[in-house]
C-alpha cells in the first residue's frame, strides 16, 4: 500500500515536470504609449493566428442600476464602427476562412478572431477599428437589448433551477459591501430595461480605451510585421482615464444562512449549498479546485457515489468552484430523486462535505484529480486561441505572468492535508448560504409551456 | 528569420501597395498627428490578404502488422498528448438485411463491459487518468478512439485492446441500448427534419446499402447473438487503420500494436462496392405530416466517388450555392424572400459514392414556391459562371478555414484518418488547398453539371399532404408516404371520415390512471373514469402537471349508444390563472366558449360556434375511445375531432405500431403501443391487448 503510494506519486512529479519543460511558453511583452499591452507568441505550427483582446471589465465594474450592461455592450461590439458596416464583422472574417465571438463574466470581456495566418491583419484592423470608433445607434441599442433580454429568458428563467442557480448563489455576497459579486452577469431585466443609449458611449469612454485593455497575438506571424501593424492600427488610438477601484468586503464567517426558492420550472427539489471561497490568485484556489474534483465531478466522484448510487436519493449531485478575480464561490448541489425530500438531500450534502473535513481524502483520489487537472491543463494548449486565453487569465487572474511556468508544479505539489484543510476553512457551516429550491408551479409571472 | 525574408520576396504585388500605402501615411501622420511613431496611415478598408503561407502538413510514418493491420503515426512532441484511433470497414452499410442498426448497437456495447472489467471500471480507469474513450460507426467505418497525456499512452492502448478483443457485450447493456434507441426512434417520427433525412438517403441510395437505417422492427430483432457476430466477423485487423498521433515515437507505437493488438486475426468477408441506382428524372416523394406548420425540402442526387478530380471544384460550386449564411440559397430564400430560417447546400463524401443535397425549412404556403427557387437555383449553377467576387469569397473561406481544422494532434490524426480510408493520395492534405485556390468559374460550373442535378433529382418534402400535394404535383410527379413509410394515395389526404364502428359490449364503468411523460420523464398524472349516470354516459379526467403549473378537470356527457358527445365542461388552472371551457354538441352543431394555452404561455378564448359532420367526437374523447376499438397490430382509425381550444375540426389517425410488455403494479400485461397523429403533435399510448 505505502509503496504503491509512493510509485503513483513519482511517476505523478515526473510527468508534470515533462509538461512543464514542453509547455514553456516564450513570449514578448511590451506597451504602446497609449497604454495597450501587447504578447506576442510565436508558433509556427500550423498556419494559423489567433487574435485576442481581453477589455479589463466585466460585470463585477457595474453599478447598482445597471446589472448585466457589460455583457449588453460586448454585444454592441458586434454593431459596426467607422469603418466596418452592421453585420460585416462576422463577413470579413468569414470570408477569409476564420472563426470569431466574444463573452463576457464577472472579470473581464474578451473577442477574439482566430484566422489562416496571412489574414493577421485583418483581425487587428477589426479589433482595433471598434476600439477606435464603436457604431452606437438607438436602433442597434434596442435591438441587441432585446436579444439579450430573449437570452436570459431562454436561458435563465424559462429553464429549472437556473434563477436559483444564477441569482440564489449571488447571496454569499451583500449588495451593500460587495456588489460587484452579489448580482449575476446576466443582470436583471429591470436593469437591462433601465439602460440608455448614453450609458453605452459612458462606458465605451471609461472602460474600452487602450489603457484598460490587452492585446495577445498567438501563431504563425513575423513578430517585426505583427508589430508594425499593431502600431499603425492601434498607436493613435487615444488613452482614457484610469477606471475606478472595486471596492468588495466580506467575511468568511458571516453565519450559516438559508431560504427558499420557489421554481416554477424545476419538478423536483434541489438543494444548492454555496461557499465563500478566496480570489483565484490565494493559494488555496489550488486545493480547492481538486476538493471540488474529488467531492462532485464525474462518475466517481463523493456525491455521485454517495447520493445517486448509494442512497439512490439524487438524480444529479454535483460540486464545482467557481474561482473569480475577487472573491469565488464554492457550489455543492444536489437534485433530489422522486419523493426524497429537500432536508433528506441538505443532510446527505452535508454529511459528504464534513466527512472529508474529518476524515481528509484517499491517495487515489487526490491522484485522480492532479491527473485529471493535469491532463485538462495540457488539452487546452493544444490552439493558437487556447494559448491566447491562457496568457490572458494569467495577467488578469493572478496578475503575473511570471506564475504562467510554475502553476501545473504547484498544483501537483498539493497534498491531502492541504484539500483537507481548505475544507475545514471554507465549506464550514459559517460560511454557507443554503439555497431550496421548491417546485411550485404557476409561482411566476413568466410561464412558457 | 529565413521564413520571412522568402515571404517579404515573394509577395510583390502586396507588398508594393502596402509600402506606396505607407508612405502616404508617413507625411499624413507626421503632420496632423504629430503621432508617436513612423507608421503607415490607418486604412479605412478591410487590409487586404498577404500571401498564403505554405502549409507544412505533418510528416506521418506507416507499418503494417503480421496480421494485416495498417499503423499510421503522426509524431508530435508538441505537447505530451497522445490520440489514438482504430478505424475499420465496419459501419452501416454491413448491417445485415432487416438488422439495421445493427452496427451502431455494437459501439454503443463494445465499451460497456469486457471478461476482465465492467462498464464503471472501463469509465473510471480512463477518467482516472483525465483521458476519454469512446467508440462510433458511421455509413462506412466503425471507430474506437482515444485521447490522453502521453504518461497514459500505454492504458490508452490497453483499454482499447481490450474492449476490441474481449468485449462480453451484457446482455442487460444490450436492452438498455435498445430502449434508449426506441424512444429516440419515436421521437424521430414527430421531428420532421429526422424524417426528411431518413427519407432523402433511402431514396436517393434505393437498393444501395447507404439507403438503409435503423427501424422499431430492426431494433426489435437484433438480439445478443447478431451483437457478437458482427464484431467476430467486421472488426477484423484486414482492412483495418490505426492512427496515432501526437508525443509517442513509432518505434514505441509498433512495439505497443504488437503487443496489444498482435493476437488479433481475422478477415472480414468482402463485400462488393454497390452501384448507386441510375439516374432517373426528377420525382417528389412527399411525406405526408397532417397539419405540419412547415415544409422540410431536400434535393439532391448522388454526386462524386472520393477519388474524383471533380470533388475541388465541386465544393467551390457548393460553397457558392450554399455553403453558409453568405451564399445564394440563404441570401435569396432567407434574406430576400423570408420564406424560411435557413437553407443551405452540402456536398457528402462516402467510401462508394457521396451525394449533393440543398435543404430548406420554409412555410408551408410557400413550399412550392421555394422548391421552385431551389431547383432554378441548381440550374443556374449549371449553366452561367460564377462572378469574381462571390468566387474569390467562396475561395476564401474553403482555403482559409483548412489550417484551422489541423491545429490539434487529434484533428491531424483524424483528417490524415479520413484520407487513407478513403483512398486518396498521400500527397491529398499537402496540396488541398493549392487545388482549391486552382479552381476558376468554368470548372466550378462544370463541376456543378455533374454533381447538381435539378432534372434528375430525389425531391423530399415533409409537409402537410392536404395543403402542398397538388401544388408539388405540378412541379414534378409526386408520391405521398406517412411518416412509417406506407404509400398513400391523394384521397388518403382528404379522409372521408364516417363513424367509427365501435364494439360497445366492453362499455362498462371504470376507472383508470395515468402517468404523464415528457422526454422519457413522469412530469404528472391523470386519473380517469367513465361512469353510467341514467341514460347517459359520463367522462371524467382529472390532470395534474406540476411542471407546467397545470390541473384540470374534464367532464363530457355522452350518448351511450353512439359514443358521440352531448357537451364539455372543462374547469382548471395554468400558472395560477383559472382556464374554463364550456361547449355543447347539438344537431350538427358544436356552440360554446372555450380556452386554451398558447405557446406564448398566454390564456386565449375562443367563441365556438361551427357546424359538424356526422361522427365528429370531441378531441378529448380520444383516450376513452381505445377500449371500443377492435384493437389488432397493423390497424388503424381514422376520425374527425373537434379541438374546442382552437376552434378547429382535426383528423386524427390512431395506428397501432406493435405489442409490447407492460409492467405495471398489477402485474405484466401485454399492450399495443398506438400511435395519434394530432396536428403537429405525436402521441403514444399504451392499451392492454386481449389475452391469448
Same mark, same amino acid.
Given at each position: 500500500m505505502f509503496r504503491l503510494a509512493v510509485t503513483v506519486s513519482a511517476l505523478a512529479v515526473m510527468g508534470s515536470v515533462r509538461a512543464q519543460a514542453q509547455m514553456k511558453i516564450e513570449y514578448e511583452d511590451y506597451a504602446l504609449d497609449n497604454g495597450l499591452r501587447v504578447l506576442l507568441v510565436e508558433d509556427h505550427s500550423a498556419p494559423v493566428v489567433t487574435v485576442n483582446v481581453w477589455y479589463n471589465v466585466g460585470s463585477r465594474n457595474e453599478r447598482v442600476g445597471r446589472s448585466g450592461f457589460a455583457h449588453l455592450f460586448e454585444h454592441m461590439m458586434f454593431q459596426g464602427s467607422a469603418n466596418v458596416g452592421k453585420g460585416e464583422h462576422f463577413q470579413l472574417v468569414e470570408r477569409a476562412g476564420g472563426s470569431m465571438n466574444g463573452s463576457t463574466n464577472e472579470g473581464r470581456t474578451n473577442y477574439y478572431e482566430t484566422l489562416p495566418s496571412n489574414r493577421l491583419n485583418l483581425g487587428l484592423w477589426l479589433e482595433a477599428d471598434r476600439m477606435r470608433s464603436l457604431a452606437v445607434t438607438e436602433d442597434n441599442f434596442e435591438n441587441q437589448r432585446s436579444t439579450v433580454k430573449e437570452e436570459r429568458r431562454l436561458g435563465v428563467d424559462n429553464q429549472p433551477y437556473a434563477p436559483a442557480f444564477t441569482e440564489g448563489s449571488t447571496l454569499i455576497y451583500d449588495s451593500t459591501d460587495c456588489f460587484s459579486y452579489a448580482h449575476s452577469v446576466i443582470g436583471s431585466m429591470d436593469d437591462l430595461d433601465r439602460a440608455e443609449v448614453p450609458d453605452v458611449q459612458a462606458f465605451f469612454d471609461l472602460y474600452y #480605451?487602450?489603457?484598460?485593455?490587452?492585446?495577445?497575438?498567438?501563431?504563425?506571424?513575423?513578430?517585426?510585421?505583427?508589430?508594425?501593424?499593431?502600431?499603425?492600427?492601434? /498607436?493613435?488610438?487615444?488613452?482614457?482615464?484610469?477606471?475606478?477601484?472595486?471596492?468588495?468586503?466580506?467575511?468568511?464567517?458571516?453565519?450559516? #444562512?438559508? #431560504?427558499?426558492?420557489?421554481?416554477?420550472?424545476?419538478?423536483?427539489?434541489?438543494?444548492?449549498?454555496?461557499?465563500?471561497?478566496?480570489?483565484?490568485?490565494?493559494?488555496?484556489?489550488?486545493?480547492?479546485?481538486?476538493?471540488?474534483?474529488?467531492?462532485?465531478?464525474?462518475?466517481?466522484?463523493?456525491?455521485?457515489?454517495?447520493?445517486? #448510487?448509494?442512497?439512490?436519493?439524487?438524480?444529479?449531485?454535483?460540486?464545482?468552484?467557481?474561482?473569480?478575480?475577487?472573491?469565488?464561490?464554492?457550489?455543492?448541489?444536489?437534485?433530489?430523486?422522486?419523493?426524497?425530500?429537500?432536508?433528506?438531500?441538505?443532510?446527505?450534502?452535508?454529511?459528504?462535505?464534513?466527512?472529508?473535513?474529518?476524515?481528509?481524502?484517499? /491517495?487515489?483520489?487526490?491522484?485522480?484529480?492532479?491527473?485529471?487537472?493535469?491532463?485538462?491543463?495540457?488539452?487546452?494548449?493544444?490552439?493558437?486561441?487556447?494559448?491566447?486565453?491562457?496568457?490572458?487569465?494569467?495577467?488578469?487572474?493572478?496578475?503575473?505572468?511570471? /506564475?504562467?511556468?510554475?502553476?501545473?508544479?504547484?498544483?501537483?505539489?498539493?497534498?491531502?492535508?492541504?484539500?483537507?484543510?481548505?475544507?475545514?476553512?471554507?465549506?464550514?457551516?459559517?460560511?454557507?448560504?443554503?439555497?431550496?429550491i421548491v417546485p411550485k408551479a404557476g409561482s411566476g409571472e413568466e410561464v412558457v409551456p | 528569420m529565413k521564413r520571412s525574408e522568402r515571404r517579404n520576396g515573394g509577395t510583390a504585388e502586396n507588398t508594393r501597395r502596402r509600402y506606396t500605402l505607407g508612405g502616404v501615411a508617413f507625411a499624413v501622420s507626421s503632420m496632423v498627428l504629430a503621432g508617436p511613431g513612423l507608421h503607415a496611415q490607418y486604412p479605412t478598408e478591410p487590409p487586404p490578404a498577404t500571401e498564403l503561407r505554405p502549409l507544412q502538413f505533418p510528416d506521418f510514418h506507416t507499418t503494417r502488422l503480421d496480421n494485416g493491420l495498417e499503423i499510421l503515426v503522426v509524431e508530435n512532441d508538441r505537447l505530451p498528448v497522445v490520440s489514438i484511433s482504430l478505424n475499420l470497414p465496419g459501419g452501416s452499410r454491413y448491417d445485415p438485411p432487416g438488422l439495421h442498426g445493427l452496427a451502431e448497437i455494437v459501439s454503443e456495447l463494445i465499451t460497456k463491459g469486457t471478461e476482465t472489467r465492467t462498464a464503471e471500471q472501463i469509465s473510471e480507469q480512463i477518467e482516472g487518468v483525465g483521458g476519454s474513450l469512446i467508440a462510433t460507426a458511421n455509413a462506412d467505418f466503425f471507430t474506437i478512439s482515444s485521447t490522453v497525456l502521453a504518461d497514459h499512452a500505454e492504458l490508452a492502448f490497453e483499454l482499447m485492446a481490450d474492449a476490441l478483443l474481449h468485449s462480453t457485450f451484457p446482455q442487460a447493456e444490450l436492452e438498455l441500448a435498445r430502449t434508449r434507441y426506441l424512444s429516440s426512434l419515436a421521437a424521430e417520427k414527430s421531428d420532421p427534419d429526422a424524417l426528411a433525412t431518413r427519407y432523402f438517403a433511402s431514396s436517393v441510395y434505393g437498393d444501395h446499402p447507404y439507403a438503409r437505417s435503423m427501424t422499431e422492427a430492426s431494433l426489435a430483432a437484433i438480439n445478443r447473438n447478431d451483437v457478437t457476430s458482427f464484431a467476430g466477423m467486421r472488426l477484423a485487423p484486414t482492412g483495418a487503420l490505426l492512427v496515432i498521433s501526437g508525443d509517442i515515437s513509432r518505434d514505441r507505437v509498433t512495439s505497443m500494436a504488437r503487443r496489444y493488438l498482435g493476437s488479433w486475426q481475422g478477415v472480414?468477408?468482402?463485400?462488393?462496392?454497390?452501384?448507386?441506382?441510375?439516374?432517373?428524372?426528377?420525382?417528389?416523394?412527399?411525406?405526408?405530416?397532417?397539419?405540419?406548420?412547415?415544409?422540410?425540402?431536400?434535393?439532391?442526387?448522388?454526386?462524386?466517388?472520393?477519388?474524383?478530380?471533380?470533388?475541388?471544384?465541386?465544393?467551390?460550386?457548393?460553397?457558392?450555392?450554399?455553403?453558409?449564411?453568405?451564399?445564394?440559397?440563404?441570401?435569396?430564400?432567407?434574406?430576400?424572400?423570408?420564406?424560411?430560417?435557413?437553407?443551405?447546400?452540402?456536398?457528402?463524401?462516402?467510401?462508394?459514392?457521396?451525394?449533393?443535397?440543398?435543404?430548406?425549412?420554409?412555410?408551408?404556403?410557400?413550399?412550392?414556391?421555394?422548391?421552385?427557387?431551389?431547383?432554378?437555383?441548381?440550374?443556374?449553377?449549371?449553366?452561367?459562371?460564377?462572378?469574381?467576387?462571390?468566387?474569390?469569397?467562396?475561395?476564401?473561406?474553403?482555403?482559409?478555414?483548412?489550417?484551422?481544422?489541423?491545429?490539434?494532434? $487529434?484533428?491531424?490524426?483524424?483528417?490524415?484518418?479520413?484520407?487513407?480510408?478513403?483512398?486518396?493520395?498521400?500527397?491529398?492534405?499537402?496540396?488541398?488547398?493549392?487545388?482549391?485556390?486552382?479552381?476558376?468559374?468554368?470548372?466550378?460550373?462544370?463541376?456543378?453539371?455533374?454533381?447538381?442535378?435539378?432534372?434528375?433529382?430525389?425531391?423530399?418534402? +415533409?409537409?402537410?399532404?392536404?395543403?402542398?400535394? &397538388?401544388?408539388?404535383?405540378?412541379?414534378?410527379?409526386?408520391?405521398?408516404?406517412?411518416?412509417?413509410?406506407?404509400?398513400?394515395?391523394?384521397?388518403?389526404?382528404?379522409?372521408?371520415?364516417?363513424?367509427?364502428?365501435?364494439?360497445?359490449?366492453?362499455?362498462?364503468?371504470?376507472?383508470?390512471?395515468?402517468?404523464?411523460?415528457?422526454?422519457?420523464?413522469?412530469?404528472?398524472?391523470?386519473?380517469?373514469?367513465?361512469?353510467?349516470?341514467? &341514460?347517459?354516459?359520463?367522462?371524467?379526467?382529472?390532470? +395534474?402537471?406540476?411542471?407546467?403549473?397545470?390541473? $384540470?378537470?374534464?367532464? +363530457?356527457?355522452?350518448?351511450?349508444?353512439?359514443?358521440?358527445?352531448r357537451s364539455v365542461d372543462i374547469v382548471g388552472s395554468f400558472g395560477g390563472r383559472p382556464i374554463e371551457t364550456h361547449i355543447v354538441y347539438q344537431d350538427g352543431r358544436v356552440s360554446g366558449r372555450a380556452q386554451d394555452i398558447q405557446p406564448t404561455g398566454e390564456i386565449a378564448t375562443v367563441d365556438v360556434d361551427t357546424s359538424i359532420v356526422a361522427g365528429t367526437i370531441d378531441l378529448n374523447l380520444i383516450q376513452p375511445l381505445l377500449p371500443f376499438l377492435s384493437l389488432q397490430p397493423g390497424a388503424s382509425f381514422t376520425v374527425n375531432a373537434f379541438d374546442a381550444g382552437s376552434n378547429v375540426v382535426r383528423v386524427v389517425t390512431l395506428k397501432v405500431t406493435g405489442t409490447e410488455e407492460v409492467t405495471v403494479p398489477a402485474g405484466t400485461f401485454s399492450a399495443f403501443r398506438m400511435a395519434g397523429t394530432i396536428g403537429d403533435l405525436l402521441r403514444q399510448y399504451r392499451h392492454p391487448a386481449p389475452r391469448g
Open positions: #480605451r487602450p489603457n484598460n485593455a490587452t492585446l495577445t497575438v498567438v501563431g504563425d506571424f513575423d513578430p517585426a510585421e505583427a508589430k508594425q501593424l499593431i502600431g499603425q492600427y492601434f /498607436d493613435d488610438i487615444q488613452r482614457g482615464a484610469e477606471p475606478p477601484r472595486i471596492a468588495c468586503n466580506y467575511d468568511f464567517e458571516a453565519g450559516a #444562512r438559508s #431560504r427558499t426558492w420557489d421554481d416554477q420550472h424545476a419538478n423536483l427539489p434541489a438543494v444548492i449549498v454555496a461557499y465563500r471561497a478566496p480570489p483565484h490568485s490565494h493559494g488555496d484556489t489550488r486545493p480547492l479546485t481538486f476538493l471540488s474534483t474529488i467531492l462532485g465531478e464525474g462518475e466517481s466522484s463523493r456525491l455521485n457515489r454517495g447520493l445517486v #448510487r448509494d442512497e439512490q436519493s439524487s438524480v444529479q449531485a454535483a460540486s464545482f468552484l467557481n474561482s473569480r478575480r475577487g472573491p469565488g464561490m464554492f457550489l455543492a448541489l444536489a437534485i433530489a430523486n422522486q419523493g426524497v425530500e429537500a432536508d433528506v438531500l441538505r443532510e446527505q450534502l452535508n454529511r459528504e462535505v464534513e466527512r472529508i473535513i474529518s476524515e481528509g481524502i484517499s /491517495d487515489a483520489e487526490l491522484e485522480k484529480a492532479k491527473n485529471a487537472f493535469r491532463a485538462s491543463y495540457v488539452f487546452q494548449s493544444q490552439t493558437s486561441m487556447q494559448i491566447a486565453e491562457r496568457l490572458q487569465h494569467y495577467i488578469h487572474y493572478h496578475d503575473s505572468l511570471d /506564475d504562467m511556468a510554475t502553476d501545473l508544479e504547484l498544483y501537483m505539489q498539493v497534498t491531502a492535508e492541504d484539500i483537507q484543510r481548505v475544507a475545514a476553512e471554507y465549506l464550514k457551516s459559517e460560511n454557507s448560504y443554503t439555497i431550496i | 472480414a468477408p468482402e463485400v462488393l462496392a454497390a452501384e448507386p441506382p441510375a439516374p432517373k428524372p426528377t420525382e417528389i416523394l412527399l411525406v405526408h405530416r397532417p397539419g405540419s406548420a412547415q415544409s422540410n425540402i431536400m434535393v439532391g442526387n448522388t454526386a462524386l466517388s472520393p477519388k474524383d478530380d471533380l470533388y475541388y471544384p465541386a465544393v467551390v460550386a457548393n460553397k457558392v450555392l450554399g455553403g453558409g449564411a453568405d451564399a445564394r440559397l440563404f441570401l435569396i430564400l432567407r434574406e430576400e424572400k423570408g420564406w424560411t430560417y435557413g437553407s443551405y447546400a452540402s456536398l457528402a463524401r462516402r467510401k462508394d459514392v457521396g451525394f449533393f443535397r440543398a435543404t430548406a425549412e420554409v412555410r408551408t404556403e410557400v413550399t412550392d414556391s421555394a422548391l421552385t427557387e431551389m431547383l432554378h437555383q441548381l440550374r443556374l449553377m449549371r449553366t452561367e459562371a460564377i462572378p469574381d467576387s462571390e468566387l474569390t469569397n467562396a475561395k476564401g473561406y474553403l482555403v482559409g478555414s483548412f489550417p484551422l481544422s489541423i491545429q490539434t494532434p $487529434q484533428q491531424v490524426a483524424s483528417q490524415v484518418a479520413r484520407t487513407r480510408l478513403l483512398g486518396l493520395g498521400d500527397d491529398y492534405l499537402g496540396s488541398y488547398r493549392e487545388n482549391l485556390a486552382a479552381v476558376d468559374a468554368t470548372a466550378a460550373m462544370n463541376a456543378a453539371t455533374v454533381v447538381m442535378r435539378p432534372d434528375s433529382a430525389v425531391v423530399v418534402v +415533409v409537409g402537410d399532404g392536404q395543403s402542398i400535394y &397538388d401544388k408539388l404535383a405540378a412541379i414534378a410527379p409526386t408520391r405521398i408516404i406517412d411518416a412509417d413509410g406506407s404509400s398513400l394515395t391523394p384521397d388518403d389526404l382528404n379522409p372521408a371520415v364516417t363513424a367509427l364502428e365501435l364494439d360497445l359490449t366492453h362499455l362498462a364503468a371504470r376507472r383508470d390512471s395515468f402517468q404523464i411523460a415528457f422526454q422519457g420523464n413522469a412530469i404528472g398524472h391523470a386519473v380517469s373514469a367513465l361512469v353510467t349516470e341514467g &341514460d347517459a354516459l359520463m367522462y371524467w379526467e382529472q390532470t +395534474v402537471i406540476p411542471m407546467m403549473g397545470m390541473t $384540470q378537470e374534464t367532464s +363530457v356527457e355522452l350518448n351511450p349508444s353512439t359514443f358521440t358527445s
